[in-house]
């Protein structure tokens, strides 16, 4: 049972949620905090893909938590692997009895008054049952819910799509008994999903296409990282997992940064890696060139080179081309070619979803998003003792989602040692919105608008740097000119 007064509450219980719940009680032990999840299990990301070669896409020497170190030696990790690492995480910090499952947050509401939220939360038994409403009031609420719907994915629609009389398959939903040996699977898609998805299931003997309608960018490296060997072998493991996690994030700012000073220059270093993988397939080479700068959109990963060994070897095929159409048997493409499939698997990326859906307001005044200044990209400009984890764009999630638990224990710690109960980000008049745009996949320029702005000065900026955001942070403190604390603790009337 939810205790219903609560210091912090915690609203999704992923990675984000799991490492803030972790890191709080470790800097504040007497915490009155939970974790509410709206699904019926732990784990976010790492539970809800199932796909066949699911895996990270970041390292995970910096996707993992810096207060307990990823000690393997290779680059990425499967999502078994993952979702090992946080079922331990919980076990071994005893967040059980903090973690509540199937409790949806659908709203919350700040009272001045009272200096707390006022949450809405439906608590499920199960598929039959109906929710049941409760509230639950919290003096600070933390959402880390991520950025994208949990209960479905971005789908397009074509023409013809019922006729189909295969099997439609969604990377988000993948069915468990779903058998594909033998198969024609087209993957329509070229992101990560797409370029994990093809040689996972080249591998169980389908027979794959990968349908795109333009290239994307695929970084090929070994999946075996000889430096964290090294380390590893001759160092303590938290020593060395430390270590590790420091080098990988200076080399994730360093890639970027110098993509985008050089962006010709990383384009070739690029296609090269793809060009040494398709070895006697250089007529492929052009289905892996974009027109875009790297980085523009997130580059994939490609382990080992397994999508090009799977070309390469004739157990997969690429085409870049639009659908015109769906037929019974497959897809009519613009070029005019038949595309048989018994198998059709939309891997077409995402549909975002700012706080997990919750609506906010504040003493009855709703808090539109898309009008309201972010705060060093984790507050919100006028809402008072609330939080948000968000991720890098091209660095591993979690070292921009720490900075902003970092920053929630210092705002607590703060209005601890005040005796004031409130914090609230003060955008200036003259503050105006930031309109570059150094991120444009489809799934972001789709739903941005869904979504706070950034602004153009100070601590309104999004932070764009792994290396120096924590330094900043640090030096700025909690009085950094734009947080407001106020609302003392009434004295108690004798």
């Not at 990282?225 to 020593?239: F, H, Q, S």
């Given at each position: ?148 719907r949990m209960d479905q994915g971005h789908r397009p629609a074509w023409e013809g799509e019922h006729a189909f009389t295969g099997t439609w398959v969604h990377p988000q939903h993948w069915p468990a008994a ?317």
């Open positions: 049972m939810v205790s219903e007064r609560l210091d912090v509450l915690i609203v999704g219980a992923g990675l984000s949620g799991i490492g803030a719940a972790a890191e709080i009680l470790r800097a504040l032990p007497t915490t009155r905090l939970a974790v509410l999840e709206a699904r019926e299990a732990l784990g976010g990301t790492w539970d809800v893909f199932r796909y066949p070669g699911m895996r990270s896409d970041s390292d995970m020497h910096t996707l993992g938590y810096r207060f307990r170190a990823w000690t393997g030696s290779g680059r990425t990790a499967s999502g078994d692997e993952i979702r090992r690492y946080l079922q331990d995480t919980v076990a071994e910090h005893d967040l059980t009895r903090h973690i509540h499952l199937r409790h949806r947050v659908v709203a919350a509401h700040w009272h001045t008054d009272e200096a707390c939220w006022h949450v809405e939360v439906e608590v499920s038994g199960g598929d039959d049952e109906q929710p049941l409403r409760r509230t639950v009031r919290t003096r600070f609420l933390y959402a880390c819910t991520g950025y994208y779903l058998e594909v040996s033998g198969r024609r699977v087209v993957v329509i898609g070229s992101g990560a999903t797409a370029v994990t998805l093809v040689p996972a299931l080249a591998a169980r003997g389908a027979r794959v296409t990968m349908l795109q309608r333009s290239p994307s960018y695929v970084d090929v490296r070994s999946q075996q990282d000889p430096v964290a060997r090294a380390l590893l072998n001759g160092l303590p493991p938290r020593m060395a997992g430390t270590l590790l996690r420091h080098l990988h994030a200076a080399r994730q700012v360093l890639v970027h940064r110098l993509s985008r000073l050089w962006p010709e220059t990383a384009r070739r270093h690029l296609l090269r890696g793809v060009s040494r993988a398709l070895g006697p397939r250089q007529d492929l080479l052009p289905h892996f060139t974009p027109s875009y700068r790297p980085w523009d959109q997130r580059v994939c990963l490609a382990p080992d080179g397994d999508l090009f060994t799977a070309l390469r070897e004739g157990r997969a095929e690429v085409i870049t081309d639009r659908i015109a159409c769906v037929r019974p048997d497959g897809l009519e493409l613009a070029s005019g070619r038949h595309l048989p499939a018994d198998i059709l698997v939309t891997a077409t990326g995402l549909d975002l979803l700012a706080l997990g859906g919750m609506s906010l307001t504040v003493d009855g005044t709703p808090v539109v998003l898309r009008r309201t200044f972010s705060h060093r990209g984790m507050m919100l400009a006028g809402v008072p003792n609330f939080a948000y984890a968000f991720g890098y764009t091209h660095a591993s999630w979690t070292l921009r989602a720490e900075l902003a638990t970092d920053q929630v224990v210092r705002v607590l710690r703060h209005l601890t040692r005040t005796g004031l109960r409130q914090c609230t980000p003060r955008a200036p008049a003259d503050l105006r919105t930031d309109r570059r745009l150094d991120f444009t996949p489809g799934y972001v320029l789709r739903n941005l608008h869904c979504f706070p702005k950034a602004g153009d000065q100070g601590p309104w900026r999004t932070p764009d740097n792994a290396l120096l955001d924590r330094w900043r942070l640090r030096l700025a403190g909690v009085d950094d000119g734009a947080l407001v604390f106020d609302n003392p603790t009434p004295r108690t009337s004798r």
